[in-house]
């Protein structure tokens, strides 16, 4: 059974940076894509960024390209988000998500391809 847990959430002002931490267990984590998605209240689940098995490609939604950095620590079986430039609309649940077939190069935004998802992570930014 594969855990993901995410942690590094929290309050910060607008402006200001977190990195999101997200750790797992129960299957080879180096084998398998790793995505982050969010959650605002009364809106749907969202992609935000993805990460390939192997750390080699990356994608991110255009809302947060070029403030947030998705990387993986395979040795360390742990995915990262860092998150800089914050704004009060980034405000959500973040949730990391294992892809479900192993060792692919492609990417997906699509929550349906992922099968094992985290608790989740508050992040909250004032203006």
């Known amino acids: 059974q594969v855990q993901l847990v995410e942690s590094g959430g929290g309050l910060v002002q607008a402006g200001g940076s977190l990195r999101l931490s997200c750790a797992a267990s129960?299957?080879?984590?180096?084998?398998?894509?790793i995505g982050w998605f969010r959650q605002a209240p009364g809106k749907e689940r969202e992609f935000v960024a993805a990460?390939?098995?192997?750390?080699?490609?990356?994608y991110y939604a255009d809302s947060v390209k070029g403030r947030f950095t998705i990387s993986r620590d395979n040795a360390k079986h742990t995915a990262y988000l860092q998150m800089n430039s914050l704004k009060p609309e980034d405000t959500a649940v973040y949730y990391c998500?294992?892809?479900?077939?192993?060792?692919?190069?492609?990417?997906?935004?699509?929550?349906?391809?992922?099968?094992?998802w985290g608790q989740g992570t508050q992040v909250t930014v004032s203006s």
């Open positions: 129960g299957r080879s984590f180096s084998s398998y894509a």
């Open positions: 990460i390939n098995w192997i750390g080699s490609n990356t």
């Open positions: 998500a294992e892809d479900k077939t192993p060792l692919r190069y492609g990417l997906d935004v699509n929550l349906d391809e992922y099968d094992y």
